[in-house]
């Protein structure tokens, strides 16, 4: 410890010390709370987007905070051969929320599930084979050009809550838009004048205010959260499980970015909580286990895993980087997961409450895609590239109607996430000027001092 506090950093508990019980409940509650926020959107977006009743919404529901549990503790405690045990937790990918409203109404939820886990097989054959390529064929600057573009389309579906959802006839009520409004001015509040905790658990606060503000409205219908069981495990494959090709390519595509993403993450967590550079060892089991983890997170009829990086800041806060507090997190969340009456009571959530509230978190993923952007090297080079793929991604996903001729696999890999990747990786690697030197593996150093946890 003294070493690191040479170096500046100082923390209440290392990556690898065990608080004390009641800290670790404290610490993993923190941490479940903004995992949860994190997770939930994906279930609640795409079970508006495709009409889902009330208890088809609480099933997904209650398998995204499930796999969200065990997915975290694999990852931060390590099962195995599988985690990086980090302090690191993994969550539902935002990425996976637009293509599975393109693809559900064509092939059915068991098709995208299928998809999902074709994708995650091939993304782990993939790093395996190439590891240290990707960052060189996927620059900082790709990346950044696709999470603006799903900034952007996400923006979208939240403001449509706002509106009252998709589909309901009264779509832009008055009311439903002053709900959201009162619900994005307390996230907005606790964002900027909250601090810690507070602050990184703005959109949950303004939620659960929103929530209690359209109890009074009497907007909210109890009777399903009370016909609703306490304890049952949810169930694998509710829709069963197909694998048309053409959404499998889709969603390879789409998932190869989640894996750049785990990389910069991965690289951020060990950062704050050691002081060090991500080790390749430590970078290659957390891309291993996204994959395994998203495989497991098909069966159980949720989106891809992907890494969270809400947490990063509540421990720079709080200074407390133990993964064993993450790990308690995935325990709470494992144990949400198993209570359907939870699940049911989020399902209830009207519209504009969801919506007001994750505006603004949607608005600074838009952000977080334009510092990348900023920070990388603007050549005439670069720039051609995000002109064009930021052109094809968002110019088709406005005008979706423009490719309603040719098939279904060609509208959709040109719009949106999937049409900025494509061309940001292809124009990447086809015009001159590119740099494709293999990057330099980093190992971890040896006087470190990192304390090796035993393979169980």
């Not at 926020?37 to 079970?47: D, H, N």
């Not at 959404?247 to 967590?269: D, F, H, K, N």
């Amino acid at each position: 410890m003294e070493e690191k506090e040479k170096k500046g950093i100082k923390r209440g508990y290392g990556m690898n010390e065990l608080p004390a019980f009641p800290e670790l409940v404290a610490f993993g509650l923190q941490h479940a709370l903004i995992f949860m926020f994190s997770t939930l959107p994906a279930p609640l977006l795409i079970a508006g987007g495709l009409g889902l009743g009330v208890v088809e919404t609480a099933l997904l529901i209650a398998c995204s905070l499930f796999v969200c549990g065990v997915c975290t503790i694999i990852q931060s405690y390590g099962v195995g051969p599988l985690g990086a045990r980090i302090p690191m937790g993994f969550v539902g990918s935002f990425v996976f929320i637009s293509p599975a409203l393109l693809i559900v109404p064509q092939f059915g939820f068991g098709g995208y599930m299928g998809a999902c886990l074709v994708a995650a097989v091939i993304c782990g054959v993939i790093f395996g084979l190439f590891a240290d390529w990707l960052k060189v064929i996927f620059p900082p600057f790709v990346s950044g050009a696709v999470l603006m573009v799903l900034g952007t389309g996400l923006i979208g579906n939240a403001i449509a809550n706002a509106a009252g959802g998709n589909g309901v006839p009264d779509f832009g009520d008055p009311t439903f838009l002053a709900l959201a409004t009162a619900t994005f001015i307390i996230t907005l509040l606790c964002a900027v004048l909250g601090k810690g905790f507070i602050a990184g658990a703005a959109p949950l606060i303004g939620m659960i205010v929103g929530f209690i503000i359209s109890v009074a409205m009497g907007m909210v219908d109890f009777t399903p959260v009370s016909e609703a069981a306490w304890i049952a495990i949810p169930e694998p494959l509710h829709w069963g499980i197909s694998f048309p090709i053409e959404a499998c390519l889709i969603m390879t595509i789409i998932a190869i970015c989640g894996v750049v993403e785990i990389l910069g993450t991965t690289s951020a967590t060990v950062t704050v909580a050691e002081g060090r550079i991500a080790t390749t060892e430590e970078t290659r089991k957390t891309v291993v286990t996204q994959a395994v983890t998203s495989v497991f997170s098909s069966i159980f009829n949720v989106v891809p895993t992907i890494s969270s990086s809400a947490n990063i800041g509540l421990m720079g806060v709080t200074r407390v980087y133990s993964r064993f507090a993450v790990t308690a997190a995935g325990v709470i969340l494992l144990l949400m997961g198993l209570c359907p009456k939870l699940s049911t009571l989020f399902s209830v959530i009207p519209n504009p409450v969801f919506g007001g509230a994750i505006l603004m978190m949607f608005g600074t993923i838009l952000c977080s895609g334009m510092k990348i952007i900023m920070e990388s090297e603007l050549s005439d080079r670069t720039q051609t590239i995000l002109a064009v793929s930021l052109a094809v991604g968002i110019g088709f996903n406005s005008v979706p109607g423009a490719l309603a001729a040719f098939p279904f696999w060609v509208s959709t890999l040109l719009c949106g996430v999937p049409g900025t990747a494509v061309f940001g990786v292809l124009l990447n690697v086809l015009l001159p000027g590119r740099n494709l030197k293999k990057p330099v593996a980093v190992e971890a150093p040896a006087e470190t001092g990192i304390e090796e946890t035993p393979t169980e």
